[in-house]
């Protein structure tokens, strides 16, 4: 074992990753969670995850600008994991979010209870699914856990995770956007084809005013795709878990 002072010097190194995972992940980092509660748990989680934590090759720095250099590093590190969790997380708001475009909803933006941000009624109903799916299938364990991997594969002070990041948090979001798009493909074809056939509803009949049928009509398509779809939509959220393991694992791989 280290000396004392500098396992307690590693712990605070430990804990700054560990807040900056906590800062931007989803869930811990919305508004419904206290900062009070979000730091206790940054705490307990750095505590957790202390065996796997090992010393720099030079050791802790005893100097305090070298300390809170790599302080800031750490910081950094865990925010990247973080928000590759966020990203993966955001699919399903953001494939709520094209739905509410297509069909007309967004007019009618709220706001969303969990971030505190305004948004449409599929993105926020989307959220909320996504978010409870996510505590269903074990998505804060990951989290927590993707904490102690990566001090074994990045260890503290390491510089290796720069180049990755950057290039991981590009692939991350186009990988997002698809994945969304995906998710709201069969709604968004539904409304297509009632856009069309109420496109030659109106040739046929052009006194039917089209601007007061359109949106209303696609709105209960999309509504009664979106409620025939929830067994697959359920499963394609609790898919974003894996995702969210594979997408940090590419930090160090």
Not at 86 to 102: C, I, K, N, T, W
Not at 143 to 153: I, K, P
Request: charged share 5%.
């Amino acid at each position: 074992m280290p000396p004392l002072p500098d396992r307690f010097g590693l712990f605070w190194l430990v804990l700054a990753r560990t807040g900056g995972v906590f800062a931007v992940a989803p869930l811990l980092s919305t508004q419904s969670v206290p900062a009070p509660l979000r730091a206790a748990v940054s705490f307990v989680v750095a505590l957790a995850a202390m065996p796997a934590a090992r010393a720099p090759a030079g050791g802790v720095p005893q100097a305090l600008l070298p300390y809170m250099a790599m302080a800031v590093h750490e910081v950094l590190v865990g925010l990247s994991i973080g928000f590759l969790a966020r990203v993966v997380f955001s699919a399903a708001e953001l494939a709520g979010g094209v739905l509410d475009v297509q069909t007309g909803l967004s007019i009618g933006s709220t706001v969303d209870p969990v971030y505190g941000e305004s948004v449409t009624i599929f993105g926020n109903w989307f959220n909320i699914l996504a978010a409870l799916v996510f505590l269903g299938v074990g998505g804060l364990e990951v989290l927590v856990g993707s904490v102690a991997v990566s001090l074994r594969h990045i260890p503290v002070g390491s510089t290796t995770i720069f180049a990755a990041g950057a290039r991981t948090a590009v692939d991350a979001l186009g990988w997002s956007f698809v994945t969304a798009m995906g998710m709201a493909a069969p709604t968004l074809a539904a409304a297509f084809i009632t856009s069309i056939l109420l496109g030659l509803l109106g040739r046929a009949m052009p006194q039917l005013n089209l601007l007061q049928t359109v949106i209303p009509a696609q709105i209960v398509v999309a509504l009664l795709v979106v409620l025939a779809a929830m067994p697959l939509l359920t499963a394609a959220f609790g898919g974003l878990v894996p995702d969210t393991v594979s997408w940090i694992g590419r930090l160090w791989t």
